[in-house]
T-cell receptor, first 111, second 115 residues
Framework: QKEVEQNSGPLSVPEGAIASLNCTYS??????FFWYRQYSGKSPELIMS????GDKEDGRFTAQLNKASQYVSLLIRDSQPSDSATYLC???????????FGIGTKLQVIP | ETGVTQTPRHLVMGMTNKKSLKCEQH?????MYWYKQSAKKPLELMFV???????ENNSVPSRFSPECPNSSHLFLHLHTLQPEDSALYLC??????????????FGPGTRLTVL
């Protein structure tokens, strides 16, 4: 049974700070990893994908992957109140096999 | 229309009703998915279609019946549902083949309430 573990939060950070969201996964065969942002009452929106060990940066977002530790994280720099949402971590073992999602971490950015 | 669309956005039905959810993707993808999202639970994959063929059925009760007439359209037919089936039903699509990264894009969802 593949599992993706996340702390459900809420994680509260002040505006302008760095928000750090963490995720661990159980399947060593996982090849691709995703971070989705889900606002309350809305559907998940893909914000980052990462496939190789190391860091991947996109604007204020940085995804970090460590396959040896089975750990993936998302850093949000200069957090804004509009970043307040639930962030879902997900992993895929390749092809059209199912993507396994974590429960999501609720982030609150305090003005 | 762009991305993935779903209709209706909200649905209230009785346990004896029959209704259908519709999903359409405008991304040229070859795989489509139905997920169920309930409060305080991870997204649950229900069905996967690849090139219009069902390739995954995660032990979903038979009161949920999927249909994929072509690579752009996906339906979820509902009948004799239970109150515990009330949830957000999400459709997603991806460009998927062996070795692909399978980035999935979601529609806005249908909020289903079963009375």
């Amino acid at each position: 049974q593949k599992e993706v573990e996340q702390n459900s939060g809420p994680l509260s950070v002040p505006e302008g700070a760095i928000a750090s969201l963490n995720c661990t996964y159980s399947d060593r065969g996982s090849q691709s990893f995703f971070w989705y942002r889900q606002y309350s009452g809305k559907s998940p929106e893909l914000i980052m994908s990462i496939y190789s060990n190391g860091d991947k940066e996109d604007g204020r977002f940085t995804a970090q992957l460590n396959k040896a530790s089975q750990y993936v994280s998302l850093l949000i720099r200069d957090s804004q109140p509009s970043d307040s949402a639930t962030y879902l971590c997900a992993e895929n073992s390749g092809g059209y096999q199912k993507v396994t999602f974590g429960i999501g971490t609720k982030l609150q950015v305090i003005p | 229309e762009t991305g993935v669309t779903q209709t209706p956005r909200h649905l209230v039905m009785g346990m004896t009703n029959k209704k259908s959810l519709k999903c359409e993707q405008h991304l040229g993808h070859n795989a489509m998915y139905w997920y169920k999202q309930s409060a305080k639970k991870p997204l649950e994959l229900m069905f996967v279609y690849s090139l219009e063929e069902r390739v995954e059925n995660n032990s979903v009760p038979s009161r949920f019946s999927p249909e994929c007439p072509n690579s752009s359209h996906l339906f979820l037919h509902l009948h004799t549902l239970q109150p515990e089936d009330s949830a957000l039903y999400l459709c997603a699509s991806s460009q998927s083949w062996a070795g692909s990264y399978n980035e999935q894009f979601f529609g806005p969802g249908t909020r289903l309430t079963v009375l």
